[in-house]
Structures are given as C-alpha cells and as structure tokens.
C-alpha cells in the first residue's frame, strides 16, 4: 500500500507557475507508475504527466512544454512543475501511484487532492 499527500495548490494568475508536491509513504522507486491527474467540475480526470520507477515521463500534448514531472527519490516526493498556465488548466489535481502485483494486474492509490485555480 502507500499513501500520498499532495500540496501546492492555489490560486494564480493566467501566464503563472505553480509546483505541486506530491509526498509518498514508501520509496518511490519501489511504485511501479507515479502520475499527476486533474479534474475539472464536469469533465473525466485525466493524465497530466506519467513516470516509472526508472525515471521515464512522459506528457500529453495538451501540457507539453508547459507542465515536468521530477521526484527527489531520496525525500519520497513527486512533483508536477506547471507554467504558463491557462484558465483551462483550473481543476483538482491528483497524484497517483499504481502498483503492480502481476502483469496486467494493478492497484491504483489516490491523494486526496489539490485545487488549482487559474484567473485571467
């Protein structure tokens, strides 16, 4: 299992930058996929940013060039570095960690959130 806790939310103008942090209960290394998601009133959460266990990220061209996915494994942290930011990326932003115990076979573990508010 593992918990995590994301922080770093709030409220900024369009064209700013936020960090989020996203703090795991066990090493990060150890989890197979850490992800960032957000949620926007109405709409499906969706995937903002991807890494693996070793190292590799990826983004969806709607945030490329504007949100990085980093950790600091030896802090346990996840952290979604965003810029330039729009009023379209206004949502609830999720970290998430998912575990596998067999190929195909995966548990997905939740933050509990953290609100993101873009105002031109």
């Known amino acids: 299992q593992v918990q995590l806790v994301e922080s770093g939310g709030g409220l900024v103008q369009t064209g700013g930058s936020l960090r989020l942090s996203c703090a795991a209960s066990r090493s990060i290394t150890s989890i197979d996929i850490m992800a960032w998601y957000r949620q926007a009133p109405g709409r499906p959460r969706d995937l903002v940013a991807v890494?693996?266990?070793?190292?590799?990220?990826n983004v969806p061209e709607s945030v490329k060039g504007r949100f990085t996915i980093s950790r600091d494994s030896a802090k346990n942290m996840i952290y979604l570095q965003m810029n330039s930011l729009q009023s379209e990326d206004t949502a609830v932003y999720y970290c998430n960690a998912r575990l596998y115990d067999r190929p195909g076979n995966a548990t997905d573990y939740w933050g509990q959130g953290t609100q993101v508010t873009v105002s031109s």
């Open positions: 890494m693996t266990s070793g190292g590799t990220t």
